[in-house]
Structures are given as structure tokens and as C-alpha cells.
């Protein structure tokens, strides 16, 4: 019989329906309930990208299934078999049922991976933090991926969608050289600097190896989607650096979001709704690459991150 091995993949989870999204919202602001008003603006963000379904939900559960698909196809560890568990951080099955669900399975060693490529104490290390404490507290052993920002795999696929897109650039009558390529990712509080938190850092990394493989010098780094709060945000927001670039004479302009790994609300709302309308009034072209979701390269990417932190975890 082979041996078990639990993989728990976590994500940022959503809302199941249009009436789960007060506990949602809830649970993102640490117990405290939305105004009135702030419950109406995030549902009509969701209103309007579908229509009242979740596209995060099912991205993660075909990305969660082919996960282990692949990790079963690698003929690395004939030995093991493993199992995905699915742990969400603000949604239903939760980081700690997920862990729980490994160890009434019988599993005693496990390895976590969260659906984000860059590690920041705020989003991965929260979410490693919560499996430990729940596996600690049933008795299973576990090891985590930190990042995965730099894996070739993880580089040729964001490399190709660029590629892509530039194409249709071109196709367009665009001169190739002159469409600036924006990488963003979701902002976060301005005082993570403090900690010397290696977020940014590893961003402009991903940005970097992207933009040489494709090639492309006319390139920039934005933030998105920060939170609707008084503290600072890590800038300069996507939005503003619109309208700088159209002050630039820019008229052509590829967003890559590689912070995100799935179409969600982050995405589809805040690129392709909002971000779309201020270039739609500066009289920008601006397209976005796609989604890896479970594009292969994608899923080769999380798989070898697995094994080779479970490798190092055997050796110690
Ligand atoms: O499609 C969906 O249903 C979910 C889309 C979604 C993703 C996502 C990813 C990240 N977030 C990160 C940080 C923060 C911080 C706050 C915050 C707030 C929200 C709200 C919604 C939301 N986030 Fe999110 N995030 C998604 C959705 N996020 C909705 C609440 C309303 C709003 O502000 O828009 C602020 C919370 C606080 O007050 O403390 C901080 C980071 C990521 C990317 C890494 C990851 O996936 O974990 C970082 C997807």
C-alpha cells in the first residue's frame, strides 16, 4: 500500500451566494459586520461580473483536483500517494477544516501550498500560520511552501500570455515595443515595509524575469485593489498610473496581474470593469492577460513546489 501524504492547497475563498457574502465580508474584517453600504458596493461588484456566481469557487476546485492529478502522474515517489485537501481563509471548507479533514483521514504528514506565487506575512504567512496551529492541535506534522515566485514553469507560463496579448497588440496595428506592460498584484498596508516583508521585493522579481523572457523593455510595476481603509497602501495604484501614462503619450497598455493565479472578483471586476472604464476616458487600449487558472505549466509549478518541500522535509 502506498504511503499518504496530505497536501493542503489553501485559497482565498468566496462567497457559495449572493447571500453568503455578509459572513464573507465578516470574516476578511477579523468578526466586524459591513455597513449597509458596504455590503451593497461589494455585491454589486459581484452583480456585475457574473451575475451572482463565483468564479474563484470553481477555479479552485479544478485547480485543487488537477494539483493532484499531477502530483500522482510524477514518477518521482512511486511510494506515495498524494491526497488534496482544500483549506480557504475566509470561506467555507476553511484553512482548519481542511487540516482536520487530513487528520480524521489518518494522515500524519503533510505539506501546504496557498494558490498566491509571493510571500508576504500578511497573506501566505497567515494563512501557513493557521494550518500550523490547527495541525499542531490534531497531531499532524507539517511543512509549507513559502513561494514559488521564480519557478521556470511559473515564468514561461506568465511569459507566454504576455506574449500572446502583445500579439493581438500587433495584430491591432500597435507597434509591439511601444505597448507598456504593467505588472500588478493586490496592495497591501504600507507598514509591512517595516518588517521588511519580502513582498515587493519578490513582485518585482516575477516582473523582471517575465519581462526579459518576453522581451519587453517598456514594462512598470502598479499596485491594485487595496482596501477600503484609512491606513496607507503600498502605491502607486493601477489607476493612477493610468492616467500618469496617458499624460506619458502611452496609448497602449498590457496589464499582467501576476499576484493572482485565478479570474476572480480582483480581476474581472477591478482590471477588467473598473480599470477598463478609466482607460476607456484617457483613451487607452488596454488589455489584460489571462488567467493562469489550471493552465498545465501552472499545475507542473505547484506539483514540483510540493514534492521538493516535502523532499526537504524527509532529509532533515
Ligand atoms: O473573487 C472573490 O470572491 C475573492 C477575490 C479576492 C482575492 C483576494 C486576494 C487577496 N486579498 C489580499 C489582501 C486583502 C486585504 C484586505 C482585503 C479585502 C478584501 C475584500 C474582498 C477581497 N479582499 Fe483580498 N481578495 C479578494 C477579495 N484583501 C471582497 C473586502 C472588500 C474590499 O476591500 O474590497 C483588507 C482586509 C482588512 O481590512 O484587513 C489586506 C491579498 C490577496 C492576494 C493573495 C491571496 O490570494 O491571498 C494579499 C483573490
Redesign the pocket.
Known sequence: MKNKVGVLVM?????ESMEGIEA??TH???GHAPSPEQLKE?ADR?EAIVGGV???RENTNRQVASLQETLNRDSRHPEVEFVCYQGL?HASPFIEDGVEAMAKDGISKAVGI???PHY?T???GS?MKRAKAKADEVGVEMTFVQSYHMHPQLIEAFTRRVNEKLALFEEAGADRSKVRVLFS??S??EKILELGDPYPEQLLETSRAVAEKADVTSWQFAWQ?A???AEPWLGPDILDTLRNLSKEEVEDVLVAPI??V?D???VLYDLDIEAQQVAKELDLRLMRIDSLNSDPLYMQTLSDAVIGQWEMAQAE
Not at 11 to 15: A, D
Open positions: 485559497s482565498y475563498g468566496t462567497p464573507y465580508y476578511i474584517r477579523r461589494l459581484y463565483f468564479p474563484l481563509k496557498v494558490l498566491a508576504s500578511m497573506s501566505v494563512y498584484a493586490h497591501l498596508p485593489s482596501g477600503r481603509t499576484g493572482f485565478s476572480h472578483l480582483e
